[in-house]
């Protein structure tokens, strides 16, 4: 079985992978990949957004940030045309100063035009929002799938495939040099799919296709499920407007972020911080460990940190305030080429 360093290694490896090589349902979609997404109740290791191809460059109007949930209210339906702000939005079932606040903040951020008649705001759009996100596909990592880690793993994908949030569900692990992967043996859902990857190659296979799940029927939350026979489970409903709400707050978020954005939570200023070109692509490297550090270990508390030498920050171009900043300025225009239309920084 090849080595694998960690979890999170294994992680870049499989975004890695999905941005090279994800084969989208439509031919013509194009593909944003994301990692540790998700909502309160789950978080997606990898989450795989299947687009419209206009449709995410007409979404670049917007700006590289995200918009939450109550500004996408906001943009859905703001009108073409000059309108007192309760009549253009439909009721929200919450107070209306809530709305006000996202009207402003949308405002803020140029995605809408405001102006006062009397004590009346009505609101305008700049541009209409667009439905760029065709499919959501959520990935689970496990790269070694220990017996105790396939009884949890069970569960949290028969979750997923209950609440029927994502357009597909899949696992992904390290493979094996045995005859039947062990995936393949535990328990699990059988709408789930599987692959298989070697992180020495940054290559996978898929041992199993997932069945495509209905985003657009409500969905069942399993709240817990016991471990007796005598027990019942416990259980809620989602409908489906609460579904389609998270999808677009999720891609919304996986947009922004995609999976390039770990820098942002290490530290690129340490002497001993790198990136490592491998037949996998660029990943960071712990020149100190010898190593993919994880996200604890790159920390200003980890013993081996050591700042940037001031000589260094003081070189100019192509450094221009050191090696760190050159490194999120990388990562940030490798990120941008997959959000077609935004202005290079």
């Known amino acids: 079985m090849p080595e694998v360093a960690s979890e999170f290694a294994f992680e870049l490896c499989v975004c890695q992978w999905a941005e090279r090589e994800w084969t989208p349902r439509r031919a013509d979609s194009a593909v944003v990949v994301a990692r540790q997404l998700g909502t309160k109740y789950r978080r997606w290791d990898t989450v795989v957004l299947e687009c419209d191809p206009d449709g995410l460059r007409r979404r670049a109007a917007f700006g590289p940030d995200a918009f939450d949930s109550d500004l996408l209210y906001v943009l859905e339906h703001a009108p073409a045309e000059w309108t007192f702000y309760r009549d253009a939005l439909p009721d929200p079932g919450y107070p209306w100063r809530y709305v006000r606040d996202a009207i402003h903040t ?47 793993l069970a569960g949290q994908i028969e979750r997923d495939v209950a609440l029927g949030l994502a357009d597909e569900v899949w696992v992904a692990t390290a493979e094996t040099d045995e005859r039947v992967e062990p995936i393949l043996l535990a328990d699990l859902p ?39 026979d005598a027990s019942a489970a416990r259980f809620e409903y989602v409908d489906p407007q609460w579904k389609a709400e998270k999808r ?41 460990k ?27 171009w192509p450094i221009d305030g050191g090696p760190g900043k050159g490194i999120k300025r990388l990562l940030d225009r490798r990120r941008r080429r997959t959000r077609p239309g935004l202005p290079e920084e």
């Open 248 to 288: 677009r707050a999720i891609a919304e978020r996986a947009y922004e972020r995609g999976w390039r954005a770990y820098a942002s939570t290490m530290r690129p200023d340490c002497r001993h911080f790198e990136l490592r070109a491998d037949e996998t692509g660029l990943v960071p490297s712990c020149a100190a």
């Open 106 to 152: 949308a405002a803020d951020r140029d995605a809408i035009e405001t102006r006062k008649r009397g004590n009346r705001i009505e609101i305008r759009r700049r541009y209409a929002y667009p439905d760029w996100v065709r499919r959501v596909v959520a990935i689970e990592n496990k790269p070694d799938l220990t017996a105790s880690a396939a009884r949890d």
């Open 190 to 228: 059988a709408a789930a799919g599987v692959l298989t990857v070697d992180p020495t190659t940054g290559t996978a296979e898929t041992v199993w296709e997932p069945r495509t799940l209905d985003t657009d029927a409500p969905g069942t939350r399993i709240i817990e499920r016991p471990t007796d």
């Open 290 to 316: 010898a190593r993919v550090p994880t996200q604890s270990e790159c920390c200003g508390s980890c013993p081996e940190y050591e700042p940037e030498p001031p000589a260094w920050r003081a070189k100019g």
